[in-house]
């Protein structure tokens, strides 16, 4: 893993090869190997979990901040507000679903 931001791409490329270097490591009777896929395939796991609960929580926020502006928006008469409000709402509710967790 790197020192960046969590990534759901990264943190899935390294569960699959930790798993595939521990498969290795078993079947060729290497401890060491196996125990570094064990490791490399936790690491991924935790990586693509904390991108996803991060998209997530940015859903949270835009569904939140499109809804303030939609109704300020709405009160105001400011179609242009209510609509960008309606509009970043849709995207956090589309943000959240794609990271809900499983």
């Known amino acids: 893993m790197s020192s960046q931001e969590p990534s759901k791409v990264s943190g899935q490329f390294?569960?699959?090869?930790?798993t595939a270097?521990?498969?290795i490591g078993d079947m060729a009777g290497l401890q060491s190997w196996s125990q570094s896929g064990k490791e490399?395939?936790?690491k991924g796991e935790g990586e693509y979990n904390a991108a996803q609960a991060?998209?997530?929580a940015e859903g949270?926020?835009?569904r939140v901040t499109g809804y303030k502006d939609s109704v300020?928006?709405?009160v105001t008469g400011d179609k242009e507000q209510q609509a960008?409000?309606?509009i970043k709402n849709e995207k956090g509710q589309t943000?959240?679903?794609i990271n809900k967790p499983t």
Not at 14 to 18: E, I, L, Q
């Open 60 to 62: 949270v926020s835009d």
């Open 95 to 97: 943000q959240q679903e």
């Open 84 to 86: 960008t409000g309606n």
């Open 14 to 18: 390294h569960s699959v090869k930790g």
């Open 54 to 56: 991060k998209g997530y």
């Open 72 to 74: 300020v928006g709405a």
């Open 21 to 23: 270097v521990e498969t």
């Open 40 to 42: 490399e395939h936790a």
